[in-house]
């Protein structure tokens, strides 16, 4: 409830005259940035879960490496949901929700088929290059096509407009264009898997000389990162323009809420970080299409064979392009997972965020440095001294803004009146799980301590930390969050909270014992799990743990997704267009904000994003547009 | 609903939304092609030996296309110019030869190309005609992209001249910028490829 005193009342969206343009330029082609957002978010998710699927059935193999794979399970699970989703979607006569029925049905069929395929799962043990390509989609999926659409195109998309005041994106149209292409970059990567030879099978960082020589899907990869590297590119140039032009009055820089301040960084991450990628994506298509060497050393021998090719190339010169990306990529990752925390922290702690400043400051610094600690992924290719030295510096200066962010999050809890809502319950938890993830990675980014730790599972669950209980929290953080501002309804608390203890507890049973077996030496991308090692053998047991764990973790997410569908159309109506009493823009507007978001026109701002508790007022809050 | 600053510069920034648009833009095809051009650094310095530009290439044909290009980017500026005095004819003229010089570029380079190819030489010959075509052909595929936007503003999308001149005029700009990176692109490809 606002009083009128405090806050303006919203006009009531009933009676604004909006163009209606009919079903497909509404829902399909729309240039609105907030249904942008919601095709971003629902892609995004669905890749997610798709991408956990192929892990689900990895686990098994390394689980239980001799045991046939009892495929009717690994069919009932996307079957359940489907079915799940159908009936609310039919129940609530919401379209959306029976079409994702239809997608999660559509999984559940690439499951059945390939399972059920005796070329591809002889005797139901899955293939070694099943079991690789695997590996290597549910790397891309992940980062590609699930966390960074979510992050940057989902929330990024929905949130900046409306948290910057602005009436849409600075080129709509534009927009648009970046959603389909990332689609058809999402559309292309599915058909990999049907490609002769299977999907790409040489990791997602597709090292060369490996990528060079490896199947089709490999070339059909390279194609899908080239759309999906188009659209970040389009989407960042009008995330930055968007916030530097379309700025409220009076919404100076310093009193942008630390979420676009997060996508502002991430989008110039974004912009010049590609590109590299994009060329050595160019540079590979040539070695594998043209026949260059670019990536191909000379004498380089395949199978007893010496490989018939001009040579001379440099397989070190893709990782040098690769990780030039994927490592701010990893900011990418993390920055708007930041900036959802930070807002859900502010709003239930009921006091401003600890250090503001410093906040911004360090993540500009952070934005800066992630371009100059690439080759900490590179330490034992033999690069030399110097150079490991140099990159061990700048890794260990990173890590000094990403603790001061760290810092001021968890300083900002302290004498607060904290609200134990969901959204909060999932922001607090990042701030450990993320922590835990950050500070294993510093054995990582030592070069001496490297040695030991590189490529094992150690790896694998240092950065698991970051982006699974890190930034994939803070992402059911922010749809809990901005639930009843898109809808205009809450999601059911009870089940949050089943799907939060859930989450938290499953994710450190697949996590934690991954930093164990690593620290024993076993190796990543082992097909068996490492049953073959004999310095494996103490820690083989905690495989099949890890194992139930993913299975029950899945499990977990039904009560999520019943609530997500449910809660639609028969969630908790809210009583104002400002449910958790908040102060940035976004709740300043109608609920659901209709196009051009501002009833009424454009807000002014006079003040800084969090202004809670703050002295004199009848409310514990002053929204930014309240003079 | 009415996006503001799509024409007039917002007066803190002092820009419109496209020049700024077009500026990240420009900035993120720096680190593609400086990607590139440190790629050619890092494989040339790793080879034993690195055949001269200039003893395998056609120089005087790429000079002919270092003027073209340069002719290009002036008769864009004019094209600008002549919209700023609000002379449309001559913008029409002007637009018109840089979309010529576009096509004169891509037909020196295809003669190029067809020469080489002619005499078997493909990309997978070695590592320095690998970089050759890889080069030029993505500078091949700018230049044809900023032809389609050109004829673009010189055919059908003229029209908006008549309703709205101002955001037309800044369109222009905006493309011309895209032009002359294009060209400042092959400025330093010649040099690299054909000379040193």
Same mark, same amino acid.
């Given at each position: 409830? #606002?009083?009128?005193?405090?806050?303006?009342?919203?006009?009531?969206?009933? *009676? *604004? *005259?909006?163009?209606?343009?009919?079903?497909?330029?509404?829902?399909?082609?729309?240039?609105?940035?907030?249904?942008?957002?919601?095709?971003?978010?629902?892609?995004?998710?669905?890749?997610?879960?798709?991408?956990?699927?192929?892990?689900? %059935?990895?686990?098994?193999?390394?689980?239980?490496?001799?045991?046939?794979?009892?495929?009717?399970?690994?069919?009932?699970?996307?079957?359940?949901?489907?079915?799940?989703?159908?009936?609310?979607?039919?129940?609530?006569?919401?379209? &959306?929700?029976? &079409?994702?029925?239809?997608?999660?049905?559509?999984?559940?069929?690439?499951?059945?088929?390939?399972?059920?395929?005796?070329?591809?799962?002889?005797?139901?043990?899955?293939?070694?290059?099943?079991?690789?390509?695997?590996?290597?989609?549910?790397?891309?999926?992940?980062?590609?096509?699930?966390?960074?659409?979510?992050?940057?195109?989902?929330?990024?998309?929905?949130?900046?407009?409306?948290?910057? =005041?602005?009436?849409?994106?600075?080129?709509?149209?534009?927009?648009?264009?970046?959603?389909?292409?990332?689609?058809?970059?999402?559309?292309?990567?599915?058909?990999?898997?049907?490609?002769?030879?299977?999907?790409?099978?040489?990791?997602?960082?597709?090292?060369?000389?490996?990528?060079?020589?490896?199947?089709?899907? $490999?070339?059909?990869?390279?194609?899908?990162?080239?759309?999906?590297?188009?659209?970040?590119?389009?989407?960042?140039?009008?995330?930055?323009?968007? @916030?530097? #032009?379309?700025?409220?009055?009076?919404?100076?820089?310093?009193?942008?809420?630390?979420?676009?301040?997060?996508?502002?960084?991430?989008?110039?991450?974004?912009?010049?970080?590609?590109?590299?990628?994009?060329? !050595?994506?160019?540079?590979? &298509?040539?070695?594998?299409?043209?026949?260059?060497?670019?990536?191909?050393?000379?004498?380089?021998?395949?199978?007893?064979?010496?490989?018939?090719?001009?040579?001379?190339?440099?397989?070190?010169?893709?990782?040098? &392009?690769?990780?030039?990306?994927?490592?701010?990529?990893?900011?990418?990752?993390?920055?708007?997972?930041?900036?959802?925390?930070?807002?859900?922290?502010?709003?239930?702690?009921?006091?401003?965020?600890?250090?503001?400043?410093?906040?911004?400051?360090? !993540?500009?610094? %952070? =934005?800066?440095?992630?371009?100059?600690?690439?080759?900490?992924?590179?330490?034992?290719?033999?690069?030399?001294?110097?150079?490991?030295?140099?990159? $061990?510096?700048?890794?260990? @200066?990173?890590?000094?803004?990403?603790?001061?962010?760290?810092?001021?999050?968890?300083?900002?809890?302290?004498?607060?009146?904290?609200?134990?809502?969901?959204?909060?319950?999932?922001?607090?938890?990042?701030?450990?799980?993320?922590? @835990?993830?950050?500070?294993?990675?510093?054995?990582?980014?030592?070069?001496?301590?490297?040695?030991?730790?590189?490529?094992?599972?150690?790896?694998?669950?240092?950065?698991?930390?970051?982006? !699974?209980?890190?930034?994939?929290?803070?992402?059911? !953080? =922010?749809?809990?969050?901005?639930?009843?501002?898109?809808?205009?309804?809450?999601?059911?608390?009870?089940?949050?909270?089943?799907?939060?203890?859930?989450?938290?507890?499953?994710?450190?049973? @697949?996590?934690?014992?991954?930093?164990?077996?690593?620290?024993?030496?076993?190796?990543?991308?082992?097909?068996?799990?490492?049953?073959?090692?004999?310095?494996? #053998?103490?820690?083989?047991?905690?495989?099949?743990?890890?194992?139930?764990?993913?299975?029950?973790?899945?499990?977990?997410?039904?009560?999520?997704?019943?609530?997500?569908?449910?809660?639609?159309?028969?969630?908790?109506?809210?009583?104002?267009?400002?449910?958790?009493?908040?102060?940035?823009?976004?709740? $300043?507007?109608?609920?659901?904000?209709?196009?051009?978001?501002?009833?009424?026109?454009?807000?002014?701002?006079?003040?800084?994003?969090?202004?809670?508790?703050?002295?004199?007022?009848?409310?514990?809050?002053?929204? #930014?547009?309240?003079? | 609903?009415?996006?503001?600053?799509?024409?007039?510069?917002?007066?803190?920034?002092?820009?419109?939304?496209?020049?700024?648009?077009?500026?990240? /833009?420009?900035?993120?095809?720096?680190?593609?092609?400086?990607?590139?051009?440190?790629?050619?650094?890092?494989?040339?310095?790793?080879?034993?030996?690195?055949?001269?530009?200039?003893?395998?290439?056609?120089?005087?044909?790429?000079?002919?296309?270092?003027?073209?290009?340069?002719?290009?980017?002036?008769?864009?500026?004019?094209?600008?110019?002549?919209?700023?005095?609000?002379?449309?004819?001559?913008?029409?003229?002007?637009?018109?030869?840089?979309?010529?010089?576009?096509?004169? /570029?891509?037909?020196?380079?295809?003669?190029?190309?067809?020469?080489?190819?002619?005499?078997?030489? /493909?990309?997978?010959?070695?590592?320095?005609?690998?970089?050759?075509?890889?080069?030029?052909?993505?500078?091949?595929?700018?230049?044809?992209?900023?032809?389609?936007?050109?004829?673009?503003?010189?055919?059908?999308?003229?029209?908006?001249?008549?309703?709205?001149?101002?955001?037309?005029?800044?369109?222009?700009?905006?493309?011309?910028?895209?032009?002359?990176?294009?060209?400042?692109?092959?400025? +330093?490809? +010649?040099?690299?490829?054909?000379?040193?």
């Amino acid at each position: 409830m #606002q009083p009128v005193a405090t806050a303006p009342p919203p006009v009531e969206s009933t *009676h *604004h *005259h909006e163009e209606h343009p009919g079903f497909w330029r509404t829902y399909v082609f729309s240039i609105d940035h907030k249904v942008i957002g919601i095709q971003y978010l629902m892609t995004g998710l669905l890749f997610l879960f798709l991408g956990f699927t192929l892990m689900l %059935l990895m686990r098994w193999q390394l689980a239980y490496p001799t045991k046939a794979i009892p495929g009717e399970w690994f069919v009932v699970l996307p079957a359940a949901v489907a079915l799940i989703s159908a009936v609310i979607g039919l129940v609530n006569k919401r379209k &959306l929700a029976v &079409l994702v029925g239809g997608v999660f049905a559509g999984i559940a069929g690439l499951v059945w088929y390939m399972v059920s395929d005796e070329t591809l799962f002889p005797q139901g043990i899955m293939l070694p290059e099943l079991y690789n390509s695997f590996g290597a989609m549910h790397g891309t999926i992940m980062v590609f096509l699930g966390v960074v659409p979510l992050a940057v195109g989902g929330f990024g998309n929905y949130v900046v407009p409306l948290q910057v =005041g602005a009436p849409d994106m600075a080129f709509p149209k534009l927009n648009m264009m970046s959603y389909w292409v990332y689609f058809v970059g999402g559309v292309v990567m599915l058909t990999s898997f049907f490609v002769p030879g299977g999907a790409a099978n040489s990791g997602w960082t597709s090292y060369t000389p490996l990528a060079n020589i490896a199947t089709m899907g $490999q070339t059909v990869w390279l194609t899908g990162m080239v759309f999906l590297i188009t659209s970040s590119l389009l989407g960042s140039v009008n995330f930055i323009v968007t @916030i530097v #032009q379309l700025r409220a009055k009076g919404l100076s820089f310093m009193r942008l809420p630390f979420f676009v301040w997060s996508q502002f960084i991430t989008a110039f991450l974004l912009l010049l970080a590609f590109p590299p990628l994009e060329a !050595a994506a160019v540079l590979q &298509l040539m070695d594998r299409l043209a026949g260059t060497s670019f990536f191909l050393p000379s004498g380089l021998v395949i199978s007893g064979q010496v490989l018939d090719v001009s040579g001379g190339g440099s397989p070190l010169l893709w990782q040098h &392009l690769f990780w030039f990306l994927a490592h701010p990529e990893v900011y990418v990752l993390i920055l708007p997972a930041m900036g959802i925390v930070a807002e859900v922290i502010a709003n239930n702690t009921r006091r401003p965020l600890w250090g503001y400043k410093s906040l911004v400051y360090a !993540a500009v610094f %952070l =934005g800066f440095m992630s371009f100059i600690v690439w080759a900490h992924h590179m330490f034992m290719t033999g690069m030399g001294t110097v150079i490991s030295t140099f990159f $061990q510096t700048t890794t260990m @200066i990173i890590s000094i803004p990403s603790v001061i962010i760290l810092t001021a999050l968890v300083i900002s809890l302290w004498g607060g009146s904290i609200r134990f809502t969901v959204p909060m319950l999932f922001a607090l938890a990042f701030l450990p799980m993320f922590g @835990i993830g950050g500070l294993t990675g510093l054995p990582l980014g030592f070069s001496a301590t490297d040695i030991h730790l590189h490529d094992t599972y150690y790896v694998i669950g240092h950065f698991h930390y970051v982006v !699974a209980p890190g930034t994939i929290f803070a992402l059911f !953080a =922010g749809i809990y969050y901005w639930f009843p501002k898109v809808t205009g309804r809450m999601m059911s608390p009870a089940l949050g909270k089943v799907h939060f203890w859930g989450s938290l507890v499953c994710m450190n049973g @697949i996590f934690f014992p991954m930093l164990i077996q690593g620290l024993a030496g076993v190796s990543r991308r082992l097909y068996d799990g490492g049953a073959q090692y004999a310095h494996a #053998q103490g820690v083989l047991q905690w495989n099949e743990f890890m194992s139930v764990s993913a299975w029950l973790l899945a499990v977990v997410q039904i009560p999520f997704i019943i609530n997500f569908f449910w809660s639609v159309k028969k969630g908790k109506r809210v009583e104002s267009d400002n449910p958790w009493e908040a102060t940035t823009l976004e709740w $300043q507007t109608p609920t659901p904000p209709p196009h051009g978001n501002f009833a009424g026109g454009v807000p002014e701002v006079y003040h800084g994003p969090y202004e809670y508790s703050t002295p004199n007022g009848s409310k514990d809050y002053t929204p #930014q547009n309240v003079a | 609903m009415q996006i503001p600053y799509t024409v007039a510069a917002r007066p803190d920034t002092g820009l419109h939304n496209s020049k700024l648009g077009i500026w990240l /833009f420009l900035a993120s095809e720096v680190m593609l092609f400086g990607a590139l051009f440190s790629s050619y650094i890092l494989l040339r310095v790793a080879a034993p030996e690195w055949p001269h530009g200039s003893a395998l290439l056609n120089v005087p044909l790429a000079f002919l296309n270092t003027i073209i290009l340069i002719g290009s980017s002036v008769t864009m500026v004019m094209s600008w110019a002549s919209l700023m005095v609000k002379d449309f004819a001559k913008y029409k003229r002007y637009m018109g030869l840089t979309i010529l010089c576009g096509f004169g /570029f891509l037909v020196v380079k295809g003669f190029e190309y067809g020469a080489k190819f002619s005499h078997g030489i /493909f990309p997978s010959e070695d590592l320095f005609y690998a970089t050759y075509f890889t080069l030029t052909g993505l500078h091949g595929l700018h230049v044809i992209g900023g032809i389609i936007v050109n004829a673009y503003f010189w055919g059908p999308g003229s029209k908006m001249w008549a309703r709205e001149p101002e955001r037309f005029t800044n369109r222009i700009e905006v493309a011309g910028l895209y032009w002359h990176f294009v060209d400042l692109v092959w400025i +330093f490809l +010649f040099p690299v490829l054909y000379l040193l």
